[in-house]
């Protein structure tokens, strides 16, 4: 990785779950602690040598351009805007960046929702080493509702918090389960999987399809995440101290 790295910020949805904020700016620029979910996000890459950022913009884009050209923080990045629709869905949003980036090169992809901070050096060589053609983030899977452990059919526990490790399929319980960041590494050859153009989901047909060429990777997410979703996340987040995100 380096400063030639390019990183795609999906930023072109609407927010539907967001809303009543969202109507009036899109979710990226809603404040953290007096600061844009965008400037996190930046901030964050420029600490990691990540210097080239591409905006697929849709939904009140001119909003997220202003503010990035009009920062001193982040004058020695370099951007590059692409008009890609307001109701466009996240395939056309990457075939129309995809002119972009370098050929036979890896990318990183990410949420523009989403605040973190990790080794995503230590990432990146994993996906190298591994000849991968995607890396996922992971982070992992909890439940913040009230859950009814049993064994053997007997009630053994009740716990409100909890992280989930196993998932059932067939009424047996025999994988791990792990949410996905939003965030990942992907070679630019990996676009060839899918047709962009055709009636697919990007992320579950492209990251499927790398896994049954055996070229995904899992990467534990070690270090801060947070998700901004909706209103509750937004203020759960702002009840925090930002300390914890270790952005001051």
């Known amino acids: 990785m380096n400063n030639d790295t390019y990183t795609v910020i999906l930023c072109g949805g609407r927010g539907e779950r967001m ?33 080239k950022i591409i905006f697929p913009l849709g939904y009140k884009g001119n909003q997220i351009k202003d503010y990035v050209e009009n920062n001193d923080s982040f004058k020695d990045l370099e951007f590059s805007f692409v008009e890609t ?47 991968a053609l995607v890396t996922l983030a992971s982070v992992e899977l909890a439940s913040t509702w009230g859950l009814l452990v049993e064994k053997n059919n007997k009630l053994i526990g009740f716990s409100r918090k909890r992280s989930i490790e196993y998932i059932m399929t067939n009424n ?21 999987l899918v047709d962009l153009d055709g009636p697919i989901d990007f992320e579950e047909a492209l990251y499927q399809k790398a896994i049954e060429a055996e070229r995904a990777l899992r990467f534990r997410l070690d270090g801060s995440w947070f998700a901004i979703d909706t209103p509750k996340d937004l203020a759960t987040i702002n009840s925090l101290s930002i300390e914890k995100f270790n952005f001051v």
């Not at 009543?20 to 620029?29: E, H």
């Open 172 to 192: 047996e319980v025999d994988s791990k389960g792990f949410i996905y960041s939003g965030i990942a590494f992907l070679h630019s050859s990996a676009l060839e």
């Open 19 to 51: 809303k009543p904020f969202s109507g009036y700016k899109p979710k990226s620029l809603l404040k953290v602690h007096n600061r844009p979910i965008l400037w996190y996000i930046l901030k964050t890459l420029k600490k990691h040598g990540l210097y």
């Open 85 to 131: 629709g307001v109701d466009t869905l996240i395939k056309h949003r990457i075939s129309a960046i995809s002119h972009l980036l370098p050929k036979n090169k890896d990318f990183l992809l990410i949420n523009s929702d989403t605040i973190f901070d990790f080794e995503i050096k230590s990432m990146y060589e994993y996906h190298k080493a591994n000849d």
